[in-house]
């Protein structure tokens, strides 16, 4: 019975210890799970405008290709009727010509593409380093979940274990503790019936008179006295 409440006890304390872990980790979990997803979002969110001004970059400078292309082709043929109208007067020439002045439009034009080159390749840069940290968080959240699914199911599985063998080992000591009452009663029984009462001193000293006034009627007799 002794062994079996020890026993018992320990189990009770080791029950109480995972329940408690078991719920930290559940709440852990929990958590992790929440990050993951949260941070899931925000990378789609964060990716789905990355995309988008990438694609508009790009648009952009597309447009800004065809414009060029136009622009240089549309000077190019009116500077060359100008001067081929005026045969190269000073009218056409310098600043007024318009090859010269239509150079100065395409120049800033080349610019602006070359401005939303730069901000594409910013953006493909920041998207491809967005992505690389998105993966590493998602791979770390990943590990770390799994440890603690794992550690989740062996806590779970011996504290299932744990209950289990306190529910036998109780029916065991309840049936030990009905057969220890049976002893104990049996014994107690033989105790009483067993185990002499003290006599008190008057019976004792009268059951003794009696013993030698038996023995002296024996002496008597033998001496002689019996058979006058």
Excluded at 55 to 65: N, P, S, W
Excluded at 113 to 135: H, I, R, V
Excluded at 143 to 149: L, Q, V
Aim: charged share 35%; glycine share 6%.
């Amino acid at each position: 019975m002794k062994k079996l409440t020890e026993r018992l006890e320990s189990w009770a304390a080791e029950i109480t210890k995972l329940t408690d872990e078991i719920a930290q980790t559940t709440l852990d979990l929990s958590d992790m799970r929440g990050a993951m997803q949260q941070a899931t979002l925000v990378r789609t969110e964060e990716e789905s405008r990355g995309t988008t001004a990438i694609k508009e970059y790009q648009d952009a400078q597309i447009l800004l290709t065809h414009a060029i292309t136009t622009l240089k082709e549309v000077y190019n043929n009116e500077a060359a009727n100008d001067n081929a109208s005026t045969e190269g007067s000073a009218a056409v020439t310098g600043e007024r010509n318009r090859e010269g002045l239509g150079g100065g439009v395409v120049a800033i034009l080349e610019i602006a593409q070359e401005d939303f080159a730069d901000l594409e390749k910013n953006a493909q840069l920041e998207e491809t380093k967005s992505g690389e940290m998105y993966k590493e968080l998602s791979q770390e959240l990943e590990i770390r979940t799994a440890t603690f699914e794992k550690d989740l199911e062996y806590k779970t599985r011996t504290k299932v274990k744990l209950e289990a063998e306190t529910s036998r080992t109780s029916a065991d000591k309840d049936s030990y503790k009905k057969e220890l009452d049976a002893v104990t009663e049996y014994l107690d029984k033989l105790k009483g019936s067993c185990i002499a009462k003290a006599e008190p001193y008057e019976e004792r000293k009268a059951r003794r008179e009696q013993e030698l006034a038996s023995l002296k009627e024996a002496m008597d007799f033998l001496n002689g006295d019996g058979m006058a």
